[in-house]
């Protein structure tokens, strides 16, 4: 049976018959929740703190009977423990890995996730592989351990970021924080999205972001792209990229995206130029067709926080691949992450207190 809650309604300012369990980690915001109760003073809270690097936690199912709301990552009950729950708020931006809870699967119990908490530090790894990469950083660090001052070639093919183009697949939180970050140093911003944005209001984003951050009002790009088939996204690739950022969601239709046809097309209009960035998810693209695209010659380099597999196991071929700059997932760590997540909770509580939509909600048929 369908479960139905919804989240919008009168306004209740004291969230009065409200619980919020709070399944976390790093809860780095001291007196963050007593200032929630003296904001709402009837809204009941738990907190259940998670250990460094646990994911999920065992909670009393007992407990799971009056909650209302839950923050956490994976912690979830069977939708009969908790028949009033009416809104989930995850720690994380994606939401590939609850897709296929009973909890959202069947039922209409609201969904929200933290999108917008990693846009300030994914952003900055993207720009600053992509720059490291040009300035040819990791081979001086090398020479820096060998203790060996050599420029190498390097005075003659460094290039900097200005007049180039960066291509920005998935224009969410990350994408529209990478493309102000882009546009400080130079850089022209090409925008893909699955729907079409052709006014200025369909441009808009209206999910959390920090203050100041981002591209709520989507100024940014100079072109923008869209479609879900392979020939729009083709349209997009072939645009003349010198960056590709992979910043889509990973659902069904994401599943190796990007392969041999599309490393192609970016060959075809920028023959070995373009420098591939994925922060989204490894299966977006096809591992063997990228490790070919590098080898060949067909794009310029690569930087992953993401790989497929993951973790990337010893002796893979990434490791040694031509031109590829590995990280261990680690492009949306911050000391601030925990403050927005906190943020985005506290916002969403207003809303909900107020009798608003929430944001940052989960369309069930997008997957995100």
């Given at each position: ?325 590995v990280t261990p997932h680690v492009s949306g760590a911050s000391t601030s992450y925990s403050k927005r997540v906190l943020a ?25």
């Amino acid at each position: 049976m369908l479960i139905k809650q919804v989240t919008t309604g009168p306004p209740n300012k004291t969230l009065k018959g409200h619980k919020l369990a709070v399944i976390m980690p790093l809860i780095s915001e001291p007196g963050f929740f007593d200032d929630l109760k003296s904001e709402f003073p009837d809204l009941e809270i738990v907190v259940h703190k998670l250990a460094w690097g646990q994911s999920a936690a065992p909670f009393p199912e007992s407990e799971w009977a009056d909650v209302t709301i839950i923050l956490t990552f994976n912690t979830l009950p069977k939708p009969e423990e908790a028949p009033k729950l009416q809104y989930v708020q995850l720690l994380s931006a994606g939401a590939n890995h609850i897709l296929d809870n009973p909890l959202f699967k069947d039922t209409d119990i609201t969904f929200c996730t933290a999108n917008g908490v990693h846009g300030p530090q994914i952003s900055e790894w993207i720009i600053s592989t992509y720059l490291a990469f040009e300035h040819h950083i990791p081979d001086f660090l090398d020479r820096q351990k060998e203790a060996r001052w050599d420029r190498g070639e390097s005075l003659s093919n460094i290039e900097d970021a200005v007049s180039k183009t960066v291509g920005i697949l998935g224009y969410g939180s990350i994408g529209r924080q990478t493309a102000r970050v882009a546009t400080a140093i130079g850089m022209k911003v090409h925008a893909y999205t699955l729907h079409p944005r052709p006014t200025p209001e369909s441009r808009r984003d209206d999910s959390w972001t920090p203050a100041g951050l981002g591209d709520p009002n989507g100024i940014f790009p100079t072109k923008w792209f869209s479609g879900g088939s392979k020939e729009d996204l083709h349209k997009f690739l072939g645009s003349g990229l010198d960056l590709l950022v992979v910043a889509t969601p990973l659902t069904n239709n994401t599943q190796h995206l990007l392969a041999a046809p599309e490393f192609k097309v970016l060959a075809d209009a920028k023959p070995g130029r373009t420098f591939l960035s994925n922060i989204a998810r490894g299966p977006v693209v096809e591992t063997d067709d990228l490790i070919e695209a590098l080898e060949t010659g067909l794009i310029r380099g690569a930087a992953l926080d993401v790989t497929d597999p993951e973790p990337l196991p010893d002796g893979h071929k990434l490791w040694t691949a031509k031109n590829v700059i590995v990280t261990p997932h680690v492009s949306g760590a911050s000391t601030s992450y925990s403050k927005r997540v906190l943020a985005i909770l506290e916002y969403n509580l207003k809303r909900l207190s107020e009798g608003q939509e929430l944001t940052n909600k989960i369309n069930r048929k997008e997957g995100y």
